[in-house]
């Protein structure tokens, strides 16, 4: 039995790694190869707010990409096409080196993946490896790679609907809320 269990624990480490790409180029890297662009540009949509400038104009946002991006090619400027408070959330990340700020956001986004598949695999009584590498690709790779927002939307739905199926629909309401850091994904859910 607890061979078992140790194995399994050691597929589902090995499904992180895959899927987080800290293998790559024959090199293993903790904070993985991925080049996580998008996580740029909500880390200088965070730094426009702390500055009071307006993070949806081109200026200061080519300037701060370019700043921690340099591979983008000027005039190449990616906007930050979220709400305000989403934002506000980014612009305290924002307050950190961007090094940190990009690990930090990189391992939540990693803990809300496996938070989610947690949830899932009781929800759907199916073993919590089986969950992971169902969201592998989708909830996964894609959105590590680019540093998108969908992991942390995707885990306040899981963890809403658990909470709203166990009739604590306060909480469920709260942590529902949370997936409105994406508001097409959070607001048919609230």
């Known amino acids: ?14 499904v992180i790694v895959a899927i987080a790409g800290f293998l790559g180029n024959g090199h293993a890297k903790a904070t993985s190869h991925f080049t996580q662009s998008d996580t740029t540009v909500w880390y200088c949509a965070g730094q426009a707010v702390n500055e009071r400038a ?3 104009l081109v200026e200061p946002m080519r300037a701060c ?3 921690y991006d340099p591979e983008k090619q000027y005039p190449w400027v990616e906007p930050a096409p979220l709400p ?15 090094a940190l700020a990009r690990t930090i956001w ?6 809300a993946i496996l938070i989610t598949a947690v949830l899932l695999a009781k929800r759907a009584h199916v073993p919590p490896l089986v969950a992971l590498l169902c969201l592998g690709m ?7 790679f680019y540093g998108e927002l969908p992991p942390i939307a995707v885990a ?5 609907a658990g909470l709203g199926t166990a009739r604590r629909y306060t909480a469920a309401a709260i942590v529902g809320s949370l997936a409105m850091i994406e508001p097409h994904i959070g607001l048919p859910a609230c």
């Not at 039995?1 to 090995?14: D, G, S």
């Not at 990189?106 to 803990?111: K, R």
């Not at 989708?138 to 590590?144: H, M, P, S, T």
């Open 156 to 160: 306040a739905l899981v963890a809403s």
């Open 138 to 144: 989708v909830d996964g790779y894609f959105n590590l």
């Open 1 to 14: 039995m607890n061979v078992k269990r140790a194995l399994e624990a050691l597929a589902i480490v090995a």
């Open 54 to 56: 307006d993070p949806y």
């Open 65 to 67: 990409e370019l700043r």
């Open 106 to 111: 990189f391992y939540a986004l990693i803990g």
């Open 84 to 98: 305000g408070y989403t934002l506000a959330a980014f612009s305290l990340l924002a307050r950190l080196p961007f």
